[in-house]
């Protein structure tokens, strides 16, 4: 820093490494050096303030550390001065009625701006946090409505996201109010992270059972029930006559009417799917025992030819008495 001398007013550019070069100018040409792409640090000693006005086309480097830079120069001129300026950071084209009334402005004119500007304006970061949220909860909603199966923990993170956005947004406010209406400076401000809970995972129960009913049965059973997530599915078998032939298509629909209460199931065996990446259980498969299943049909078919054989004997003829002579 070049050698302080005790005077009204003082200008200097900020460059990109950090360093700032004093500017010899007359407080009432101020306008001449305010151009797009500087960054200036504007001192008033005799009003106590210390401006960072910002081209609309000043490097992103520029603006991040100029905070930086002025908190130096506000400690350089406290130690060998006891003067505190107070810093205020201004935008192009957003000039405080103050900056103006001092040096006799007028707004800059602001035509273009970076096109990748990655700071955030202190105008804009309160509706850009709002419509940030609300693309965040119009994209789950959608997702939760094309997805047959979506996990509960969806409704938590949005819940998450509202109170930390609302967080922020009164701390910005406190802030502004404690500052008497104080411009902030948010060229160093980070967006805080949210981390979205590992376990919002959603399924589509249609994919989950097709894969299921491509995999081949354990030999010696027949599958009697799927469970997915909440619902239960069960085969239906339908007929149909083609070319003189029956042909029998098995179905798999959702159980609407489910027995109430509490069921118990003797099982000879469960087949069970699980997500290895989120360690979550995706299907249960319930399996019959195909010798139950043959016994039961075997004994059906004896009762009907029991009854079939009893009926037989009822309608059998007596032999005919013959006749005396």
Request: glycine fraction near 2%; proline fraction near 4%.
């Amino acid at each position: 820093m070049p050698d302080y001398e005790f005077k009204n007013f003082y200008v200097y550019n900020l460059e990109d490494d950090g360093t700032y070069n004093e500017i010899k100018i007359e407080q009432e040409n101020l306008a001449e050096i305010l151009t797009d792409d500087e960054v200036l640090l504007i001192v008033k000693e005799d009003n106590r303030r210390l401006f960072i006005w910002k081209g609309p086309k000043a490097s992103v480097r520029k603006r991040f550390i100029s905070s930086r830079v002025a908190s130096n120069l506000q400690e350089e001129v406290r130690k060998k001065t006891g003067m505190h300026l107070k810093i205020l950071s201004i935008d192009a084209g957003e000039e405080p009625v103050e900056f103006l009334s001092l040096f006799n402005l007028q707004p800059y004119e602001v035509t273009e701006k970076l096109p990748d500007m990655v700071y955030i304006r202190n105008i804009d970061r309160e509706k850009m946090e709002q419509e940030q949220l609300k693309q965040n909860i119009e994209k789950r909603k959608k997702e939760t409505a094309a997805a047959e199966y979506t996990s509960p923990l969806l409704q938590q993170a949005d819940q998450t996201e509202i109170v930390k956005s609302n967080i922020n947004i009164q701390e910005s406010q406190s802030a502004r109010a404690m500052t008497n209406k104080q411009t902030i400076d948010y060229s160093d401000y980070v967006a805080p992270s949210i981390t979205q809970p590992k376990t919002t995972t959603k399924y589509n129960e249609k994919e989950i059972l097709e894969s299921i009913l491509q995999t081949t049965p354990p030999n010696g059973y027949d599958r009697m029930n799927i469970i997915i997530g909440k619902n239960l599915y069960a085969p239906k078998v339908i007929q149909t006559v083609v070319l003189g032939k029956s042909i029998e298509k098995k179905e798999w629909n959702v159980v609407e009417d489910l027995p109430g209460g509490v069921i118990d199931l003797k099982m000879d065996f469960l087949r069970i799917y699980i997500d290895e990446k989120n360690k979550i259980i995706k299907a249960i498969e319930l399996y019959q025992n195909n010798c139950i299943k043959d016994s039961k049909n075997d004994l059906e078919s004896k009762n009907n030819s029991s009854q079939n054989s009893e009926n037989s004997s009822t309608t059998r003829k007596l032999p005919q008495v013959p006749k005396a002579n």
